[in-house]
Every structure is written in C-alpha cells, then in structure tokens.
C-alpha cells in the first residue's frame, strides 16, 4: 500500500490557512479512517468480576440514597474507549444496577433501547409501559425506546441486574434523551403468557397483534428449558443457541442490538467466526473461557466480558459435568441495517 503524505510535509503556514478556514487535508489521516481489511477498534477485551464489582455496588447503597441516584448503576467501561466515555463497546452499554429493599427508581422514558438481564435476588420488579414484570435470575426484560419504565423491591434482599443499552450509539447519533414521569398504573396480563409455545400467536378474531414489542419480559426458566430440549433434541448441533425475537415476526427484539442465550455442554469447546460486531458474553449459570487474539478471559457465574468484533471466538466450558449458560449482546441488527454486517470463516 502507497505511503501517503504526512501532516508535517505540509508547510506550516499552509496548514494554519487551512485551520483558520475549518479545513483538514485527508491523505494524512486517510490510512487511520480506512485501514486495510480490517476497521481499527478500540474495544479491548475486558472481564468484569462480579465478585468484585458487587461489594463496591452495595457500598453505593449505603453511599447514595436513591433520591441522589434516580439510578444506581456501576457502568462497566471499557478502557480502550477512555472510562469517561461509558462504552463497553463501541454502540454498547453495560451498568450493573443495584435496588435495595423497598426502593423505587421512578418513572421514566428515553429514546435509547434497555434491557436487563437479572443478575440476583428476588422479589423487584420493573414496571414497562403499563405491564409489572417480576425480575428473577436470567430473566430478559425489554424496556424499548419510548416505553415508560420504572422498578420496585418488595423483597427484602438486594437485587442486581445488568442493563444493556444501545446508549452510545444513540448518544453519538444525537438523539438521546430522557423524560420523566409519574408512577405508572399497572395495567395488564404478563405478555409473555401469550407467547408461551413457539409456533403459536394470539389472533383474536383472525387479526394478529401489532405491536412493535409485543413481549416484553423473557423468562430464563422458559430460555433454559428450550435450551435444553434443543440440546437433547439435536444433539449433533454444534453451537446450542437461541434468539431472543419479537413472536409475532421472528425479527430481533429489539432494532440496534441483539440478544441471545448459548449452553455449552459439560467440556465443550465452541468456536465462532470473526464478526463485524463486537460482543458481551454474560455468563448467567456454570463457568465459561472466552479466547481470542492471545486474550483468555475466564468467567465464573454472573461475570461479564466483552470482545471486538472481526476476531474468532473461542468458547469453552471447563466443568466435565455441568452445562454452562451464556447470555450475549451484539450489534448485529443495527449493522444489517446499515449493511455492514460480515461473517468471516
Ligand atoms: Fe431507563
């Protein structure tokens, strides 16, 4: 590849004329906007320990009441893109969110997309455009651009989740803000319950429903055991995997990321193709090694770790007799909007 001129050959007084009219030569920095063959990134492969993120989580409990917190959220940021930024990748977000018992985070709605991945304990809930959803281990809960969402514990331990937003692709682009509000009413039938076997959707009087998020809550004991059946049913697949989808169109539920849960079997090794998108790896249950690029993380329950896109993943699960289970973020649905999606094998 032809080396190009440098910033420096230019004569100085070139270069301020320039920046006195707002311009920037291209051929200096040509090579950095468009490497060859493969995009620069900045998302470093990075392991958050849950271990020992959660004491200093509780500590925030006792250092700041909700009323200073609206939120209170530890966010897992990724050096390679400065922690200031707040990206685990370069359109991801993660927060690892703390409610205490009898806490509420109160109403709101916002232009990017959430979802949370319940991390531990029991008895909070998140109430989403009107429908209360309980929160257990594992469990997925949409709360999309323009829902009005808020949460509640009435239990009487902790609760964790991981929050995984499209954040700093829709800060980047601008368009990200807030409104509040007051507490929603409750006002429906959990919508997952209209959901509950594949192949099947409500059509009350022959019509289909027409939401964009039809449902909105995924509950891990339903992923688990269709991970499973799939496991035992075919048990020549490789990669034992499932989408999480919109039921009434099979597209991805939700537009910029998109979610999916993985087992591997006792002992398995599992390898992926280098992918444009990066990715996050949470492991809900057992024990998992993500190797790439001379990178080994290892992770033990409820850690999560996040990888750059075009590089081959490895997977494997070292416990001899217990499955492993993984929940994963991607970009995928927003790069095949935009076309830039790509399989490398
Ligand atoms: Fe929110």
């Not at 257990?136 to 995984?164: A, N």
């Not at 009434?248 to 939700?254: M, N, V």
Request: charged content about 20%.
């Amino acid at each position: 590849m032809l080396e190009l001129g440098r910033l420096e050959d230019l004569p100085e007084d070139y270069r301020a004329a320039l920046t006195a009219q707002n311009l920037v030569p291209l051929w200096p920095s040509l090579r950095a906007v468009l490497p060859p063959g493969k995009p620069a990134r900045r998302t470093q492969p990075i392991a958050w320990s849950y271990q020992e993120l959660r004491p200093l989580l509780l500590r925030a409990g006792d250092l700041t009441p909700m009323e200073k917190a609206e939120r209170r959220v530890l966010v897992m940021a990724n050096p390679g893109h400065g922690l200031e930024k707040m990206q685990a990748t370069s359109t991801i977000y993660l927060g690892m969110q703390l409610l205490l018992p009898g806490e509420w985070a109160p109403a709101h709605r916002h232009t990017p997309n959430a979802v949370r991945m319940i991390v531990e304990g029991e008895g909070a809930y998140t109430t989403v455009d009107g429908e209360k959803c309980p929160m257990s281990r594992g469990d997925l809960i949409l709360t999309p651009t323009g829902l009005w969402h808020e949460h509640g514990h009435d239990g009487d331990k902790p609760v964790v989740w991981l929050d995984v937003l499209d954040l700093p692709m829709v800060y980047y682009m601008e368009a990200s803000y807030v409104t509040e509000g007051n507490a929603q009413s409750v006002n429906g039938e959990a919508t997952e319950r209209a959901y509950q076997r594949g192949g099947v959707v409500p059509a009350p009087v022959f019509n289909r429903v027409g939401q964009p998020f039809p449902m909105l809550r995924y509950p891990w004991a339903d992923v688990r055991k269709a991970l499973l059946a799939l496991a035992e049913s075919q048990p020549g697949i490789d990669a034992v995997q499932v989408a999480y989808v919109n039921p009434e169109t099979g597209a991805d539920c939700q537009k910029l990321l998109g979610f999916s849960a993985l087992m591997l079997r006792p002992g398995q090794r599992l390898d992926l193709p280098a992918r444009s998108t990066a990715m996050v790896f949470h492991l809900i249950e057992g024990a998992a090694d993500v190797t790439l690029d001379g990178n080994h993380l290892a992770l033990a329950e409820a850690d999560t770790c996040c990888v750059p896109g075009y590089e081959p993943v490895s997977l494997r699960n070292p416990s001899a007799d217990r499955p492993a289970f993984l929940f994963i973020a991607d970009d995928a649905p927003l790069q095949k909007k935009l076309g830039l999606y790509e399989v490398r094998t």
